[in-house]
């Protein structure tokens, strides 16, 4: 149900105006067929049925049918009272009465539901306000009560366990006090240097066996429940999260926040199988009971992914990287999460009694031959989603990477991980350059000044030679790199900005667009975005999905365009699903729209023969 705009029970625009249209022509028509009629023995029973179609569009349509309802009531005395000045009739005496009876009831309904409406929207404020107070509450005194996670760690840290020294690494994230991304990433970088001997004594110790693990654990749908909680509740379950998972970790670990809901932990040890799934489950288990805080239960999608060194990487901003990629996501809505086998230090492994397929326990050259042989058999292939101007003018698409086993598609963190662990980057990397790049060169045949949107993971831009491969393949092709756009995740921009920056800025000086992508898929920053060519920000599905029904939704959308087109950055909306989204997202200005709701995804060749 909708409020605000004029609609109560009906919704769309088309309904409305249509229902809105055939009521009042309606009760216009039956008007004019008792004039033109004039029988004082139906003048009873057309009173009654245009006293029906004024109460149908009064209660159907809230304020504006009230309006309209009592305008048409109006119209109606007006021609009874002419009737009874010029024909004296009695019986438009009786009618005018009525009239004014129905317009009485109408403007009694009206305040009656308008004082019910405030009544009830009242009561809901009042609920989430003590709701959010009984949150905040339960949540401080709960931290308020355990001070030992806070002396346990410090004691820890001072007799020399913890890896983690405050003296060398002071600055801490302020709503945790854990240590931020680029802290670890740099403390894994100091413990390489410092076991290789590639470094000189730099006033930190260092006690290391040349390997460690890194484990990354997320809680993924942070965004959804601060839509729930509020987001300053959200800011104290993150403390409370921080602090319990800070004390089950072990005192030798180093614990630190990534951003949003995600932690990394840096853990001495290389844990086999039993122990990381011990540990792991120990870990989310305080995570769940953070989330109960205040509440009966608060659902909670968790996910985990470990890598180990050397195996995986050889150093910080690669391992948690990898360690990133590998999480594997399950769902709980009660009181436990069933974790993930996870990718024991990313080592893949066949699965068929799960029922779906892993690369989990297959050797390099095992999954390297997957691949070969879905290339050759066109099961790892590009899909592309056309996205859309505000007046339903073809914009460009954006290229996708499937890859189908039998006939199961294999999401792409699981397969991208695979590849990455196989070093068969470079491979993936290059063949989807010069699919995607074949077809966007072909439309633009039929189709000038199309784009292309291409999705650039962090491994991606991690690879040595990816601009000189990228320049060869734009090369070696008939695309025009006008027409090229790399879509950058916006965790990758907030998490990796400093690796990535000098990247990005050489593709933009070789005339490459950029785009950021997935922006309000977590606690979203405009920090970030000026500092990098951004044309594009392209929001995420989960940002919008809520625009039909929360007015919050759409007031914070709104903002959003708002605020981008004011430094001159366009907006495309991505995840349309239905008319009311692209209804109230077209209305708020945004520039470019791609969802199920505009085109499906199709394969290379459908779409150049669409385009004809």
Same mark, same amino acid.
């Given at each position: 149900?909708s409020?605000?705009?004029?609609?109560?029970i009906?919704s769309?625009?088309?309904i409305?105006?249509?229902?809105?249209?055939?009521?009042?022509?309606?009760f216009?028509?039956?008007?004019?067929?008792?004039?033109?009629?004039?029988?004082?023995?139906?003048?009873?029973i $057309?009173l009654?049925?245009?006293?029906?179609?004024?109460?149908?569009?009064?209660?159907?349509?809230?304020?504006?049918? #009230?309006y309209?309802?009592?305008?048409?009531?109006?119209?109606q005395?007006?021609?009874? %009272?002419?009737e009874?000045?010029?024909?004296?009739? &009695?019986?438009?005496?009786?009618l005018?009465?009525?009239? $004014?009876?129905?317009?009485?009831?109408?403007?009694?309904?009206?305040?009656?539901?308008?004082?019910?409406?405030?009544?009830?929207t009242?009561?809901r404020?009042k609920?989430?306000?003590?709701?959010?107070?009984?949150?905040?509450?339960?949540?401080?005194?709960?931290?308020?009560? @355990?001070?030992?996670?806070? !002396?346990?760690? !410090?004691?820890?840290?001072k007799n020399?366990?913890?890896?983690?020294?405050?003296s060398?690494m002071?600055h801490l994230?302020?709503l !945790?006090?854990l240590?931020?991304?680029d802290?670890?990433?740099?403390?894994?970088?100091r413990?390489?240097?410092?076991?290789?001997g590639?470094?000189?004594?730099?006033?930190?110790?260092?006690t290391?066996d =040349?390997? #460690?693990m890194?484990i990354?654990?997320?809680?993924d749908?942070?965004?959804?429940?601060?839509?729930?909680?509020?987001?300053?509740?959200?800011d104290?379950?993150?403390?409370?999260? =921080?602090?319990?998972?800070? *004390?089950?970790?072990d005192?030798?670990?180093m614990l630190?926040?990534?951003?949003?809901?995600?932690?990394?932990?840096l853990?001495? @040890? /290389?844990?086999?199988?039993?122990?990381?799934?011990s540990?792991?489950?120990?870990l989310t288990? @305080?995570?769940?009971?953070?989330?109960?805080?205040?509440?009966?239960?608060?659902?909670?999608?968790?996910?985990?992914?470990?890598?180990?060194?050397?195996?995986?990487?050889?150093?910080?901003?690669?391992?948690?990287?990898h360690?990133e990629?590998?999480?594997?996501?399950?769902?709980d809505?009660?009181d436990k999460?069933?974790?993930?086998? &996870? !990718?024991k230090?990313?080592?893949?492994?066949?699965?068929?009694?799960?029922?779906s397929?892993?690369?989990?326990g297959?050797s390099?050259? *095992?999954?390297?031959?997957?691949f070969?042989?879905?290339?050759?058999?066109?099961?790892?292939?590009?899909s592309?989603?056309?996205y859309?101007?505000?007046?339903?003018?073809?914009?460009g698409?954006?290229?996708?990477?499937?890859?189908?086993?039998?006939?199961?598609?294999?999401?792409?963190?699981? $397969?991208?991980?695979?590849?990455?662990?196989?070093g068969?980057?470079?491979?993936i990397?290059?063949?989807?350059?010069?699919?995607?790049?074949?077809?966007i060169?072909?439309?633009?045949?039929?189709v000038?000044?199309?784009?292309?949107?291409?999705? %650039?993971?962090?491994?991606? #831009?991690?690879?040595?030679?990816? /601009? &000189?491969q990228?320049?060869?393949?734009?090369?070696?092709?008939?695309?025009?790199?006008?027409?090229?756009?790399?879509?950058?995740?916006?965790?990758?921009?907030?998490?990796?900005?400093?690796?990535?920056?000098?990247t990005?800025?050489?593709?933009?000086?070789?005339?490459?667009?950029?785009?950021?992508?997935? #922006?309000?898929?977590g606690?979203?920053?405009?920090?970030?975005?000026p500092?990098?060519p951004? =044309?594009?920000v392209?929001l995420d599905p989960?940002?919008?999905?809520?625009?039909? =029904?929360?007015?919050d939704?759409? %007031?914070?959308?709104?903002?959003?365009?708002?605020?981008?087109?004011?430094?001159?950055?366009?907006?495309?909306?991505?995840?349309?699903?239905?008319?009311?989204?692209?209804?109230?997202l077209?209305?708020?200005?945004?520039?470019?729209f791609?969802?199920?709701y505009?085109s499906?995804?199709?394969?290379?060749d459908?779409f150049?023969?669409?385009?004809?």
């Amino acid at each position: 149900m909708s409020r605000g705009n004029g609609r109560s029970i009906l919704s769309g625009k088309a309904i409305y105006f249509i229902t809105m249209i055939f009521l009042t022509l309606g009760f216009v028509a039956l008007l004019a067929l008792h004039c033109v009629l004039r029988n004082d023995n139906y003048s009873i029973i $057309f009173l009654f049925l245009t006293m029906l179609v004024s109460f149908a569009i009064n209660l159907l349509y809230d304020k504006f049918g #009230f309006y309209a309802s009592f305008a048409l009531n109006f119209i109606q005395s007006m021609i009874y %009272i002419y009737e009874i000045a010029t024909q004296g009739k &009695s019986t438009s005496r009786v009618l005018l009465v009525g009239t $004014f009876l129905i317009m009485i009831i109408n403007l009694a309904l009206q305040f009656y539901r308008v004082h019910i409406l405030s009544q009830a929207t009242n009561e809901r404020e009042k609920n989430k306000k003590l709701r959010s107070d009984e949150i905040s509450r339960s949540l401080e005194q709960d931290m308020n009560e @355990r001070p030992s996670l806070i !002396t346990n760690y !410090t004691n820890a840290t001072k007799n020399g366990s913890s890896v983690y020294d405050y003296s060398v690494m002071p600055h801490l994230d302020p709503l !945790t006090t854990l240590p931020g991304r680029d802290m670890v990433r740099d403390k894994i970088d100091r413990m390489i240097m410092g076991s290789t001997g590639s470094v000189k004594n730099d006033n930190t110790s260092y006690t290391t066996d =040349s390997k #460690f693990m890194v484990i990354y654990l997320s809680v993924d749908n942070a965004s959804k429940l601060a839509d729930c909680t509020g987001n300053c509740n959200m800011d104290l379950f993150i403390q409370n999260i =921080s602090h319990r998972l800070r *004390e089950a970790c072990d005192p030798s670990d180093m614990l630190a926040r990534a951003n949003d809901a995600q932690f990394i932990i840096l853990s001495k @040890r /290389i844990l086999s199988e039993d122990k990381l799934e011990s540990y792991i489950d120990k870990l989310t288990n @305080r995570i769940l009971r953070a989330l109960r805080a205040g509440l009966d239960s608060l659902p909670a999608v968790i996910s985990y992914g470990t890598a180990s060194y050397p195996a995986q990487g050889r150093d910080g901003g690669a391992l948690i990287n990898h360690a990133e990629m590998n999480r594997t996501i399950c769902y709980d809505n009660t009181d436990k999460v069933s974790y993930p086998s &996870s !990718t024991k230090d990313t080592k893949p492994k066949a699965s068929a009694s799960s029922g779906s397929f892993s690369f989990e326990g297959m050797s390099r050259d *095992e999954i390297i031959s997957v691949f070969e042989e879905a290339i050759s058999s066109g099961n790892l292939y590009m899909s592309y989603q056309p996205y859309y101007t505000n007046e339903r003018k073809l914009k460009g698409i954006e290229a996708f990477l499937r890859l189908r086993i039998g006939n199961e598609l294999v999401p792409p963190p699981i $397969f991208l991980a695979a590849a990455e662990h196989a070093g068969y980057m470079n491979r993936i990397s290059s063949f989807s350059l010069e699919e995607a790049l074949g077809v966007i060169a072909r439309a633009n045949e039929k189709v000038q000044d199309l784009s292309l949107n291409l999705n %650039i993971s962090a491994s991606q #831009f991690s690879l040595p030679d990816f /601009i &000189s491969q990228f320049n060869n393949a734009v090369s070696n092709s008939d695309a025009s790199i006008a027409s090229l756009v790399l879509d950058v995740p916006e965790s990758t921009l907030v998490s990796e900005l400093d690796t990535i920056r000098n990247t990005i800025e050489k593709l933009s000086g070789m005339g490459v667009r950029m785009a950021l992508n997935n #922006f309000g898929s977590g606690y979203s920053s405009f920090n970030t975005i000026p500092l990098l060519p951004i =044309s594009v920000v392209k929001l995420d599905p989960s940002f919008t999905s809520n625009i039909p =029904s929360r007015a919050d939704a759409r %007031i914070l959308t709104s903002s959003v365009i708002s605020v981008l087109h004011d430094i001159d950055i366009s907006v495309c909306a991505t995840g349309i699903e239905n008319a009311d989204q692209y209804s109230y997202l077209s209305g708020a200005g945004c520039d470019y729209f791609q969802g199920t709701y505009m085109s499906e995804e199709v394969r290379g060749d459908r779409f150049i023969a669409s385009l004809s």
